[in-house]
């Protein structure tokens, strides 16, 4: 309480243009806080909204295409390892341009996520105290939590920063963290200081690949972490990288670029060299007299023993709750839906399950199997794909010889095989008119006779029906029984179609994870997904992200990973670009999203990651 008390007064001097109350926050914020003053930035008005045109971020994004290709990997990590903190993972230059982002669906959608897109600036100058650009001024990791930051619109935010340097000091990039929730604070600022380090290695390996690269820490259960130095040696000896870690249990030693291994440990190197590449570890003394245990995890261009990849933490086996369903539903309409589903199991109702094809219709019939906690199976018949003489067979069974070609020793039926279970009736609108009745007579009384038998069996189903027709019209047109369908229909869920789910990215990374665990992709390649109209809806979705996995140069998805992609629904452009291919895709993607977003240039801006005025130039 202390502590915030102190941050109130230092806040109330620094709104009202007094001094800033000795010891009342850290030395850093409040250096910086005078800095921001000086300039002539007002703590209660609103930050300059700094972005480039979309692109120079590829051409930035071009030139770090190798820290690019690290730090998403990193991303998706965090992004697994912070998940449900309404939170954004920012990628920043060493200038403090944001390039990519990878976050929380809501925190996306919120005022400060739409400020943090690919192409904003978050220099001191232009956005007050902020961790990501101070952490580029001061080369070190920093943390601004709420009411630190300069403008007080920010005052709900907690951010996190690490720099990301080279072996010679210089800021590559720069890795933040951003989130509402003020629980996991201290756990997220390690995680990033953790994951920037983690790029910096990564940076030494894939630069450095004709190069031994050793580890070096005085404990040897420390070799592995990234608490290791790490030294990337040429083949006559000469230091080539040294990461933080390494400079610092070197330092008073002249660990730079060039220097020879022999001035920095006692044993020589060819020495040394002989006892690593048997894949050991040795103990050798720096030039200061420090003993330090060192490895060899790289041998040219041939990994002998790659360092070790951080893993993701391990996490308890949870006993998985029969509630939350397999797939995701965060979707309004749905999460009303599924909040009635278990009654409706408890009470053995009828379920009817209705939406366009490709919304998941089975996997709502299986999760609604899962809360029935049923001990017997989930059968699934596609009504539409069984021949209309063979249906009552199929479903009731048959004895043997009861029809041509019947099986010579009969068959029990999808009923019976369900007893105890779940019936799922998919495509139900095909049922043949005349096996309609038998299936009526059949709800009514969950009694099974087989088609030409004469004993009859009790079962206990649990009915589910889908389709994605409308049955109300086909009864009016006699194509579908009415009591049939009242039967069916005792409880009904609607599934909205893609293009119309309000948790459409996190239905993205869902998928992504299935297909390809640990790829990141960006919020800019989800934005770029979101215009589409889907008409195969979650399977043609899937189809996409599989032909863009297939096709992609790089660890990740971006939004220029679906180049090329058919785009259904989209626009015409405008006269300029309508000449020119590569305009005219990019023209036609703005004409797209500025008519979905209302006619708003700043939010059109804002998904695509492009500068206003670079908008308004395509939709004028």
């Known amino acids: 309480m202390q502590h915030l008390s102190g941050l109130e007064r230092a806040r109330a001097a620094l709104e009202q243009g007094g001094r800033f109350p ?7 914020v409040a250096e910086s806080w005078q800095r921001c003053r000086e300039l002539g930035l007002d703590p209660g008005g609103m930050p300059r909204d700094v972005v480039i045109p979309f692109a120079e971020v590829r051409q930035r994004r071009d030139a770090n295409g190798a820290l690019r290709s690290l730090a998403l990997a990193e991303m998706q990590l965090l992004h697994s390892q912070i998940a449900g903190s309404n939170f954004m993972i920012a990628l920043g230059d060493a200038d403090g341009v944001v390039l990519d982002t990878i976050s929380d669906q809501h925190f996306a959608e919120s005022a400060a996520g739409r400020s943090i897109i690919p192409g904003s600036v978050w220099r001191e100058s232009e956005r007050g105290t902020n961790a990501l650009g101070l952490a580029a001024r001061e080369r070190q990791p920093v943390a601004i939590y709420g009411r630190e930051h300069y403008f007080s619109c920010h005052g709900h935010l907690s951010c996190m920063a690490a720099p990301i340097l080279d072996s010679n000091g210089e800021i590559l990039g720069l890795l ?10 201290q756990h997220t600022h390690a995680l990033v200081r953790m994951a920037a380090a983690q790029i910096e290695n990564g940076l030494i ?23 290791a130095g790490l030294v990337a040696v040429s083949s006559d000896g000469a230091v080539a990288s040294i990461n933080r870690p390494g400079m610092a249990l070197l330092a008073g030693l002249p660990a730079a670029q060039g220097v020879h291994f022999d001035r920095l440990f006692e044993a020589g190197f060819g020495a040394a060299m002989d006892g690593l590449l048997g894949g050991g570890v040795i103990r050798v003394r720096d030039r200061a007299g420090s003993g330090v245990f060192m490895v060899c995890r790289q041998i040219g261009q041939r990994m002998v023993a790659q360092a070790k990849a951080r893993p993701a933490p ?65 059968v699934a018949v596609n009504c539409g794909a069984v021949p209309e003489q063979l249906f009552i067979a199929e479903i009731f069974g048959h004895e043997r010889g009861a029809y041509t070609n019947a099986r010579d020793d009969g068959a029990p039926g ?17 049922i043949p008119l005349a096996a309609q009745t038998a299936l009526l007579r059949f709800l009514d009384s969950m009694e099974v006779r087989a088609v030409g038998g004469q004993k009859t069996h009790r079962v ?100 220029d990973s679906f180049d090329g992609e058919p785009e259904h629904g989209v626009t015409d452009s405008c006269k300029r670009c309508r000449n ?15 008519r979905n977003t209302a006619n708003n240039i700043s939010e059109t801006a804002r998904l695509l990651g492009l500068s206003r005025t670079t908008v308004y130039k395509h939709v004028r």
């Open 460 to 559: 206990d189903v649990q009915i589910v029906s889908a389709t994605n027709r409308k049955l109300h019209e086909m009864v009016k047109e006699r194509a579908f029984r009415a009591d049939l369908l009242y039967r069916l229909n005792a409880f009904t869920i609607s599934l909205p179609p893609l293009s119309a789910r309000s948790d459409f990215p996190l239905v993205v990374q869902h998928l992504m994870q299935k297909l390809a665990p640990g790829t990141a992709i960006t919020d800019a390649a989800i934005a770029r997904l979101a215009q589409r109209s889907w008409p195969g809806n979650i399977r043609e979705l899937y189809a996409t992200l599989q032909r863009a996995l297939v096709r992609r140069h790089m660890d990740y998805i971006d939004e």
């Open 414 to 430: 999808l009923a019976r095989a369900a007893d105890g279970g779940t019936l799922f009736l998919d495509e139900v609108a095909d």
């Open 22 to 28: 000795a010891g009342a926050v850290a030395p850093l």
């Open 314 to 378: 391990s996490l308890p086996t949870l006993i998985g709750d029969p509630a939350k369903p397999d797939f995701v539903c965060e979707d309004r309409t749905l999460k009303c839906a599924l909040a009635e589903l278990a009654d409706a199991a408890a009470l053995r109702m009828p379920v009817h399950i209705c939406g366009e094809t490709g919304t998941g219709k089975e996997l709502m019939a299986r999760h609604l199997h899962k809360l029935s906690r049923r001990k017997g199976e989930f």
């Open 580 to 594: 020119h291919t590569l305009s005219r895709r990019r023209c036609t993607e703005i004409r797209s999203v500025y």
């Open 205 to 227: 390996f894939r630069e450095r690949a004709e190069s031994f690269i050793l580890a070096f820490h005085p404990r040897p259960e420390y070799l592995d972490t990234l608490s």
């Open 176 to 185: 933040d963290a951003s989130c509402s929730n003020e629980a996991r604070q």
